[in-house]
C-alpha cells in the first residue's frame, strides 16, 4: 500500500460531464504533488463515469469510486471525507477551478499558522459561467478573530456561500463534526462548526474559481424542497423549514462542538442577534408547521434591510469584540 499523503482531495459528482475535465486539469497541474484525488461518483448517468475512468487510468493519484445508485449529496460528501488518507483534506467540487498554486498556498498557510483548522483562498466566481466575466468575492468576516464567537457570529449572519470550505482543511478537525446532513445549508453549517473549532486563515497567493451556471446547486437554496432532495434523494418532498432548522442546528453546534461554558454563552447572544433578522421568516415557518393560515411565500428581506443588518453586524462587533475589529 502506497504511503499516506499530506492531501486528500475529495470530489463528489453527479451527472459532471459538462466541466468535470477542466475541474480535473486544474487539480492535477497542481504545484503541490502530494496528494491523492478520491473522486465519488453517485451513480451519473452521462459521460462522468468514462472520463473519471481515462483520469484515473493515466494518473496513479487518481482513486474513482462508483456507486450503484444515487444516495443524495451530503451522503456522498460524507464519502469522499471518510476515504480520505491524508492529514489535511480539500473539497473539490465537479465544476470549480482552482489556480495551480492554490493547494500549495494553503498548506503552506496551515504550516506558518499551527492555531489555524483552516486555510482558505480569494474566490472569483465566474458570473457567466466561464472565465470571460470574473467577480471577486469580498466580505467584513474576520475568521482568523481568536474569538470563536466572533468566528461563529460572522458566518451565521452574513450567511455567504461556504466558500472557504473549499480550502485546504485539517482532516482531524472535520471528522469531529457531523459532516454533511440533509438539510438547506447543511455546508454552511460544517463551515461554522469548523469555525468554533479554531480560527480560519487567508491564503492570499491562493486563488478559486467558483463557477455560476444554470445546474449550480446554490441556485437551489431559492427552492428549499428540491435543496433537500439534491442533499438526500429519499428525504421525499414533504415540508421543509430551511430557517427554523438553521436555528437548532446552530444551537446543537454550541453541544457539538468543543466550546468553554463563556464560548458557549457568547455563541449563543450571536444567535440571538441572528434570530432577530430571520424572525419573521421562522415564525412563518412555524405557522406552517402548526397548520396555521400564512402568506403564500415567506417574507424576504429588502436590500435596504440587508444594508440595515450589515451596519448593525459592525456596530455589534466594535462593541462586543473592540480588539477584533478595525
Given amino acids: 500500500m502506497q504511503p499516506a499523503p499530506r492531501v486528500t482531495i475529495g470530489m463528489p459528482v453527479y451527472n459532471g460531464e459538462r466541466f468535470l475535465r477542466e ?3 486544474s487539480l492535477l497541474a497542481q504545484t503541490f504533488t502530494d496528494f491523492e484525488l478520491v473522486i465519488s461518483d453517485n451513480a451519473s448517468e452521462d459521460a462522468t463515469g468514462a472520463i473519471c475512468t481515462a483520469y484515473a487510468g493515466r494518473d496513479s493519484r487518481v482513486r474513482y469510486l462508483r456507486q450503484d445508485i444515487n444516495h443524495g449529496a451530503a451522503w456522498n460528501h460524507n464519502r ?8 489535511l483534506f480539500k473539497l473539490a467540487c465537479y465544476d470549480d477551478v ?12 496551515l504550516d506558518r499558522h499551527p492555531e489555524a483548522v483552516l ?3 480569494r474566490t472569483r466566481m465566474m458570473m457567466r459561467g466561464d472565465m470571460s466575466t470574473l467577480q471577486e468575492y ?8 481568536p474569538s470563536a464567537a466572533m468566528r461563529f457570529g460572522d458566518l451565521i449572519d452574513e450567511a455567504p456561500p461556504s466558500f472557504p470550505l473549499f480550502g485546504v482543511v485539517h482532516l482531524a478537525a472535520l471528522r469531529k463534526t457531523p459532516l454533511f446532513e440533509s438539510y438547506k445549508a447543511s455546508d454552511r453549517v460544517v463551515l461554522v462548526r469548523l469555525a468554533l473549532a479554531g480560527p480560519f486563515v487567508e491564503a492570499q497567493e491562493a486563488v478559486f474559481y467558483y463557477r455560476w451556471h444554470d445546474n449550480n446547486a446554490t441556485k437551489l437554496v431559492a427552492e428549499p424542497a428540491r435543496f433537500y432532495q439534491w442533499w438526500d434523494p429519499a428525504a421525499g418532498s414533504g415540508r421543509v423549514f430551511p430557517e427554523t432548522r438553521l436555528l437548532y442546528e446552530y444551537f446543537r453546534s454550541l453541544w457539538i462542538m468543543k466550546l468553554s461554558l463563556r464560548e458557549r454563552r457568547e455563541c449563543a447572544r450571536e444567535i440571538r442577534f441572528w434570530y432577530q433578522f430571520q424572525k419573521p421568516s421562522i415564525k412563518w415557518e412555524l405557522k406552517g408547521l402548526l397548520g396555521r393560515r400564512r402568506t403564500a411565500e415567506p417574507p424576504r428581506s429588502t436590500y435596504v434591510e440587508q444594508l440595515v443588518r450589515r451596519a448593525r453586524r459592525k456596530q455589534i462587533k466594535q462593541r462586543l469584540y473592540p480588539l477584533g475589529t478595525d
Fill in 23 to 25: 475541474a480535473l486539469d
Fill in 80 to 87: 469522499v471525507v471518510e476515504e480520505a488518507r491524508g492529514e
Fill in 98 to 109: 482552482c489556480d495551480p498554486a492554490m493547494i500549495a498556498a494553503c498548506v503552506q498557510a
Fill in 119 to 121: 486555510a482558505y483562498p
Fill in 138 to 145: 469580498t466580505s467584513d468576516m474576520e475568521l482568523s478573530s
